[in-house]
């Protein structure tokens, strides 16, 4: 299927201003390809977008690319451009949507989502139109922009809420739109979610969601780890037969979705439009080391290079996944190429973080908002540490054994983590600080990045993101 799909992209692609440079018709083999087109990262193909961007055709993609997605993939500064074609539109994005209701139909055959509605609470801003026609935003306004007219019956809020820029108008429209609709599905970032789902029980006067929407059974949700959100989930959404599915989408493509109800792996989608090929994380920066599909191995972190039919050619993504297995190929998202912290040689990674995040708010029954951590650098007096900057939606009963229960969880997962820590000779016991409610918010709403798909970077190798945060708090 792989293969079948690297010659798609090729013949489709071998006249544009691309293909032609790199003269894609010569093109045979996997190995041909990763020999005559080097691997990209956003600044090295930025120049080809650009020019698309101006209404040029057919530059890395056959045709005018008259949509971009406008990403905010952590609250990062710069902005990137991403080029969405119709041609991807339909055979990830949408069609994901299609085999994400036919697993779950298949797995649930009672299952009642088209008595009522699908909420998706997407990004917000609205699309902005240039003057060659081309059109930006968000992924999630691309997407509702374009999809198909049917879908329109099953779907709430309206387009008109639903592409809202101010994110705390937004809220209130979406429950005064929604709140008497029978839902019977959501859709969105989880983080974001439970602010929907808790203002909307304060304002209705609920102790639970099925007070108001007594039939929903799915949520379908992305872009951040559940696990620090589940029991939240699980405590406002009491309803038994309440299922959770996770899908891996990104503005680049639709890359996996969960394909059982009782495991939280993905199936790797081979037949979307896109060409995979993967990179060791221990050899991060030598490219030659690239692997197609077929050369993978279970519980190796790779990063992810793509090719795609919106025109995006060996494009370093920047996630790090795992193959839990590879007949069939399921995949775990483990992080970022950049986030990550490896001040001391920690190797510290998202994965690990997530997971230990969890099981302190487990062990000291606390419920997270969201958190951020970055290195504390050595100086004459102290060896090095981790700071955590943690808002807490219900705070831990016991602050001292949350980080206790944290710091013990790393080691256990981490093996670096643990020798750095050992005899506090090079790491030294982490330092918590405890967020005044609403920090977070308040951040990316200073970046203009509050709401929908925006999200906290959760570990950092610097300490940029901590300090403003700091100085935010008054802490």
């Known amino acids: ?46 120049p080809y977008f650009q020019k698309a961007m101006e209404g040029n055709p057919s530059i890395t993609w056959p045709g ?11 609250a990062e500064d710069k902005s990137k451009f991403i080029p969405v074609s119709i041609d991807s539109l339909h055979s990830a994005h949408y069609r994901s949507g299609l085999d994400i209701l036919a697993i779950y139909y298949d797995k649930m055959p009672d299952a009642e989502l088209f008595q009522g509605k699908g909420l998706i609470l997407g990004g917000s801003h609205k699309l902005h139109e240039d003057n060659n026609g081309v059109r930006f935003g968000d992924l999630s306004a691309v997407l509702i922009e374009n999809i198909y007219p049917v879908a329109n019956y099953f779907r709430v809020p309206s387009k008109e809420i639903a592409l809202m820029d101010n994110w705390d108008l937004k809220i209130d429209k979406l429950i005064e739109a929604t709140s008497n609709v029978n839902v019977t599905n959501i859709s969105g970032v989880p983080s974001w979610m439970l602010v929907l789902l808790k203002k909307m029980m304060a304002e209705k006067g609920a102790d639970h969601v099925n007070q108001i929407w007594p039939n929903l059974e799915l949520f379908i949700h992305g872009a951040v780890s559940f696990d620090p959100y589940y029991e939240q989930f699980k405590k406002i959404i009491p309803n038994p037969r309440m299922t959770y599915m996770e899908t891996y989408n990104a503005s680049e493509g639709f890359f996996a979705l969960q394909d059982t ?188 990045k509050l709401g929908g798909q925006h999200k906290v970077p959760r570990l950092s190798n610097e300490r940029k993101y901590v300090d403003e945060i700091l100085r935010l708090s008054g802490l």
């Open 261 to 448: 109800l009782n495991s939280k792996e993905m199936l790797l989608m081979l037949n979307y439009g896109i060409y995979y090929e993967f990179l060791p994380i221990d050899s991060l920066h030598d490219y030659t080391k690239t692997i197609t599909l077929d050369k993978v191995q279970p519980d190796v972190p790779y990063a992810m290079i793509i090719s795609t039919n919106s025109g995006i050619w060996r494009y370093f993504l920047g996630d790090t996944i795992k193959f839990t297995s590879v007949n069939p190929y399921r995949i775990k998202i483990t992080g970022r190429t950049k986030h990550f912290i490896n001040a001391f040689g920690e190797e510290l990674v998202i994965e690990n973080a997530d997971k230990a995040v969890t099981e302190a708010c487990r062990a000291t029954n606390a419920e997270i908002v969201d958190y951020t951590a970055a290195p504390v650098y050595m100086t004459e007096e102290n060896t090095g540490a981790h700071e955590w900057l943690i808002e807490f939606e219900k705070n831990p009963h016991d602050p001292e054994k949350f980080a206790k229960i944290l710091d013990e969880s790393l080691k256990k997962l981490n093996s670096d983590y643990e020798a750095k820590r050992s005899g506090n000779f090079i790491l030294r016991f982490p330092k918590i600080k405890i967020l005044p409610k609403g920090t977070f918010e308040k951040w990316l709403k200073s970046k203009n």
């Open 64 to 74: 005018r690319t008259s949509w971009f997605a406008k990403t905010s993939g952590s």
């Open 1 to 46: 299927m792989q293969h079948k799909q690297l010659h798609y992209l090729l013949k489709a692609a071998s006249d544009t201003e691309f293909g032609r440079k790199f003269n894609f018709r010569k093109i045979k083999t996997a190995e041909q390809f990763a020999e005559q087109v080097p691997v990209h990262s956003y600044e090295m193909i930025k």
